[in-house]
């Protein structure tokens, strides 16, 4: 199998995340390393269909460790869904020369990958990257790490202004169907509650979490929303709280987009050129339809198949425990 390879194809799909260039750099300088061809496959599945795709050497990775975003671009392709879409596909990334591919992306990334791969008999190994931390097979996702700094960095700062102001913030954090990230910057940022899409809490419950933190004197009291949370986001979470409560003056941060973008924590930089170098070795191993991953200090491997059941991913219960504990 080693040699049959010949052409790597590589691409970035779904969702950016900070640490992306960091492991296309990896896996480029890899197969290089190897003897083996790259090529890059610009804006996800939609550049396989487009034909849009780039050779590239060590050279072409130069100076992108550090940089947010992909160079590769980024896109979400609903042709790809199609079967006409994927033989368009195909038929291009075969014209390319490319034998396999590495995919560098989250869980719709590697439902397609999954099926593309089955379909033409062609390598694939997934990488997982995405801020929302929810695949099964590895502690971490690409970008997860650095998205909680900003998110811990924009809590701090909102957090001075609040305790200036005795006020009640509101703040959505990004996850639609996963509460990592509220539940650690939440944790991490000492907020006064959670609201997680994995958990329901209801406005009565908060508002006498609100109450008790009013009563002990608390200067400024943080409610960390998840976006996915089954209230319906920051807005109508504090609208509602304040038809009910109006001791605090309340105000809502929704932090967007920014949680992103921005430089890979050193951390992401590290476990992005990890599984970057694992996927490329075991694609010439023979392996094929699984994700690299990483499992305490080691990278392992799972199949994409049972990665995919990132809906059994579960928050750590000690964790959303704790969090009513210290906040008082
Ligand atoms: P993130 O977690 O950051 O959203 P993602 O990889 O889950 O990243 P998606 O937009 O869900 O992002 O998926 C990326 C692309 O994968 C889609 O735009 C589509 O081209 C392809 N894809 C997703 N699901 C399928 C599917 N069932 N069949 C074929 N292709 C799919």
Same mark, same amino acid.
């Given at each position: 199998?080693?040699?049959?390879?010949?052409?790597?194809?590589?691409?970035?799909?779904?969702?950016?995340?900070?640490?992306?260039?960091?492991?296309?750099?990896?896996?480029?300088?890899?197969?290089?390393?190897?003897?083996?061809?790259?090529?890059?496959?610009?804006?996800?599945?939609?550049?396989?269909?487009?034909?849009?795709?780039?050779?590239?050497?060590?050279?072409?990775?130069?100076?992108?460790?550090?940089?947010?975003?992909?160079?590769?671009?980024?896109?979400?392709?609903?042709?790809?869904?199609?079967?006409?879409?994927?033989?368009?596909?195909?038929?291009? %990334?075969?014209?390319? @020369?490319? /034998?396999?591919?590495?995919?560098?992306?989250?869980? #719709?990334?590697?439902? +397609? *990958? !999954?099926?593309?791969?089955?379909?033409?008999?062609?390598?694939?190994?997934?990488?997982?990257?995405?801020?929302?931390?929810?695949?099964?097979?590895?502690?971490?996702?690409?970008?997860?790490?650095?998205?909680?700094?900003?998110?811990?960095?924009?809590?701090?700062?909102?957090?001075?202004?609040?305790?200036?102001?005795?006020?009640?913030?509101? %703040?959505?954090?990004? @996850?639609? /169907?996963?509460?990592?990230?509220?539940?650690?910057? #939440?944790?991490?940022? +000492? *907020? !006064?509650?959670?609201?997680?899409?994995?958990?329901?809490?209801?406005?009565?419950?908060?508002?006498?979490?609100?109450?008790?933190?009013?009563?002990?004197?608390?200067?400024?009291?943080?409610?960390?929303?998840?976006?996915?949370?089954?209230?319906?986001?920051?807005?109508?979470?504090?609208?509602?709280?304040?038809?009910?409560?109006?001791?605090?003056?309340?105000?809502?941060?929704?932090?967007?987009?920014?949680?992103?973008?921005?430089?890979?924590?050193?951390?992401?930089?590290?476990?992005?050129?990890?599984?970057?170098?694992?996927?490329?070795?075991?694609?010439?191993?023979?392996?094929?339809?699984?994700?690299?991953?990483?499992?305490?200090?080691?990278?392992?491997?799972?199949?994409?198949?049972?990665?995919?059941?990132?809906?059994?991913?579960?928050?750590?219960?000690?964790?959303?425990?704790?969090?009513?504990?210290?906040?008082?």
């Amino acid at each position: 199998m080693e040699n049959s390879i010949k052409r790597i194809g590589v691409f970035t799909s779904g969702g950016d995340a900070p640490g992306m260039n960091a492991c296309i750099r990896a896996v480029v300088r890899t197969a290089i390393y190897e003897g083996k061809k790259v090529s890059g496959i610009l804006h996800g599945y939609q550049g396989m269909i487009d034909k849009n795709i780039i050779a590239m050497d060590s050279r072409s990775v130069s100076n992108i460790l550090q940089l947010g975003g992909t160079i590769l671009k980024t896109a979400r392709c609903l042709d790809f869904r199609t079967t006409e879409g994927r033989l368009k596909a195909y038929n291009n %990334i075969k014209e390319e @020369g490319i /034998d396999a591919l590495v995919a560098i992306g989250g869980d #719709g990334t590697f439902t +397609g *990958a !999954e099926v593309f791969s089955r379909e033409f008999d062609i390598p694939v190994v997934g990488i997982p990257g995405t801020i929302d931390n929810d695949l099964y097979g590895s502690d971490f996702t690409l970008g997860y790490d650095t998205a909680n700094n900003t998110v811990i960095d924009a809590i701090d700062k909102i957090r001075d202004t609040a305790a200036s102001h005795d006020r009640l913030f509101f %703040i959505e954090v990004m @996850g639609r /169907d996963s509460g990592c990230i509220a539940l650690n910057c #939440g944790i991490a940022g +000492g *907020a !006064e509650a959670i609201l997680l899409p994995e958990k329901e809490t209801g406005i009565d419950e908060l508002i006498q979490k609100l109450e008790s933190a009013a009563k002990d004197k608390k200067s400024s009291t943080i409610v960390i929303v998840a976006e996915g949370d089954k209230n319906g986001g920051a807005y109508n979470v504090a609208k509602r709280v304040q038809e009910k409560f109006d001791f605090y003056d309340a105000k809502v941060t929704i932090l967007g987009h920014l949680q992103r973008g921005g430089s890979p924590s050193s951390f992401d930089r590290v476990l992005a050129s990890r599984l970057g170098f694992a996927a490329v070795k075991n694609l010439l191993r023979g392996q094929t339809r699984i994700m690299v991953g990483l499992r305490g200090n080691d990278i392992v491997t799972t199949s994409l198949e049972e990665a995919l059941r990132s809906k059994e991913f579960k928050l750590a219960e000690d964790m959303i425990e704790m969090t009513n504990v210290l906040a008082i």
